[in-house]
């Protein structure tokens, strides 16, 4: 799994809170000290619990399970969005939709939609229309390709969801402890931890914090998922050996059955070669 030292939290900024009059007092075991009314996060901390944020992640990932990217903020959302896309997994940087996950069946609807104007495209169905309606569906499929293109691929409520700033992400946050998925977030010293089952205190306005922790998720999801494809391959080849073996067996079972249905066949046929005894004078 890859590895960040003090030093590179350090040289990112990752120590850099909030001001002391906006902090939230259950980020407290996570702050170090005060210098001139800034809060500055404890690194140490900070290390210990992006650790245990990327195994859950890998553990999910190698479990086959979807991991939901949550970023909308301005320095964020691109960075977001661009490495999430390497481990092939949905995200949300645009705008979280209320009910995303409260209301999938709806989401899903929508999604659909998407799909169906894409079909009528390719089978020339949009042709026939007027141009005002070819407008129309034109504008309302960008706005659900915009809104909910990146999470087209997922069929079903994911398993954990990762979000970068819990205040700008509170009703993504509501709706995933409603619905008891997993969660792991940045969280600044003006966030609340608890609501958070794996919280990694940091720094969620700095580019370049966000960018180290995504880079340690990432990596930890991807070997994940690489774990799971070996782990798949084993499975295929040990099945692969045991039809071989077990064919091997029948086989060979089958010549058993044969050599003693011939060892049986041998007397009787023995028995009939024999000569016919001599007729009495």
Do not use: C
């Not at 979807?66 to 977001?80: E, G, N, P, R, S």
């Not at 880079?215 to 494809?229: F, H, M, S």
């Not at 058993?256 to 024999?274: G, I, Q, S």
Request: hydrophobic share 40%; proline share 3%; net charge positive.
């Amino acid at each position: 799994m890859s590895k960040t030292s003090f030093d590179d939290l350090l040289e990112a900024g990752v120590h850099f809170g909030h001001l002391k009059r906006k902090w939230n007092p259950n980020m407290a075991p996570y702050i170090f000290t005060e210098k001139k009314g800034i809060h500055v996060i404890d690194l140490n901390k900070t290390l210990v619990k992006l650790e245990d944020a990327a195994n859950a992640m890998k553990q999910i990932a190698k479990s086959g399970r979807k991991i939901l990217f949550v970023a909308t903020k301005k320095q964020a959302k691109d960075l977001v969005a661009e490495k999430v896309k390497e481990i092939n997994m949905p995200y949300v940087t645009e705008r979280w939709s209320g009910g995303m996950l409260t209301n999938f069946a709806t989401i899903r609807k929508a999604i659909k939609k998407m799909s169906q104007i894409d079909k009528m495209e390719a089978d020339g169905t949009l042709g026939h229309l007027s141009k005002r309606e070819r407008l129309q569906i034109s504008r309302q499929r960008a706005k659900l390709e915009k809104n909910l293109g990146s999470i087209a691929e997922l069929t079903r409520i994911p398993s954990a969801i990762f979000i970068v700033d819990v205040l700008k992400e509170k009703i993504a946050v509501a709706e995933a402890n409603k619905l008891g998925i997993t969660t792991i977030a940045i969280v600044d010293t003006n966030s609340d931890p608890s609501t958070i089952d794996f919280p990694i205190p940091a720094n969620d306005d700095a580019t370049k914090s966000i960018e180290l922790i995504m880079d340690v998720i990432i990596n930890a999801v991807a070997e994940g998922l690489a774990e799971r494809k070996t782990d798949r391959e084993k499975q295929k080849q040990t099945k692969a050996k045991k039809v071989s073996a077990d064919a091997k067996k029948a086989e060979a079972t089958e010549e058993v059955k044969e050599v003693a249905e011939k060892t049986a066949e041998a007397p009787k046929a023995e028995k009939t070669e024999k000569a016919p005894k001599a007729e009495k004078a």
